[in-house]
């Protein structure tokens, strides 16, 4: 992904899981325009359906939309992400995945935590209004 796409970028994510809302967060704090946008997928009024996906792919992993209207997902989608952070270190992580010797690695790593974050924790209240209903991959 030497060319990176327009944004602005809109992250899926799952805000009932603890890491995953964590990691959403500091994002936030650190993005101050409109490059990116963050939907939580674990919230009552997200329909999978309405973004042309089912609950069982948004679940599966991280996606991220850019611009163009084109899906990346897991670490493709981090990679996205992370290059449109302020800060040089975000943008060395970035290119580090994309390595041929890292992306491997990355992907497998990301992988075990998209396949088990169903084992953790789940943010307090995260039950109201039917989310705990929502599928996690076993």
Same mark, same amino acid.
């Given at each position: 992904?030497?060319?990176?796409?327009?944004?602005?970028?809109?992250?899926?994510?799952? &805000?009932?899981?603890?890491?995953?809302?964590?990691?959403?967060?500091?994002? %936030?704090?650190?993005?101050?325009?409109? *490059?990116?946008?963050?939907?939580?997928? @674990?919230?009552?009024?997200?329909?999978?359906?309405?973004?042309?996906?089912?609950?069982?792919?948004?679940?599966?992993?991280?996606?991220?939309?850019? &611009?163009?209207?084109?899906?990346?997902?897991?670490?493709?989608?981090?990679?996205?992400?992370?290059?449109?952070?302020?800060? *040089?270190?975000?943008?060395?992580? @970035?290119? @580090?995945?994309?390595?041929?010797?890292?992306?491997?690695? @990355?992907?497998?790593?990301? %992988?075990?935590?998209?396949?088990?974050?169903? *084992?953790?924790?789940? %943010?307090?209240?995260?039950?109201?209004?039917?989310?705990?209903?929502?599928?996690?991959?076993?």
């Amino acid at each position: 992904m030497k060319n990176y796409p327009p944004t602005p970028y809109t992250v899926y994510y799952d &805000g009932l899981c603890i890491v995953c809302d964590t990691e959403i967060q500091h994002y %936030r704090r650190l993005v101050t325009d409109d *490059r990116l946008r963050f939907v939580d997928i @674990a919230a009552p009024d997200f329909h999978a359906d309405d973004h042309g996906r089912s609950t069982d792919q948004f679940m599966a992993q991280m996606h991220l939309k850019d &611009g163009l209207g084109e899906w990346h997902l897991g670490v493709d989608a981090f990679t996205l992400l992370w290059h449109s952070l302020p800060g *040089r270190h975000w943008h060395v992580m @970035a290119r @580090a995945i994309q390595s041929p010797i890292l992306r491997p690695f @990355a992907r497998l790593g990301y %992988r075990l935590f998209a396949n088990n974050r169903h *084992r953790l924790p789940r %943010r307090k209240g995260g039950c109201d209004g039917g989310r705990c209903d929502l599928k996690m991959r076993p």
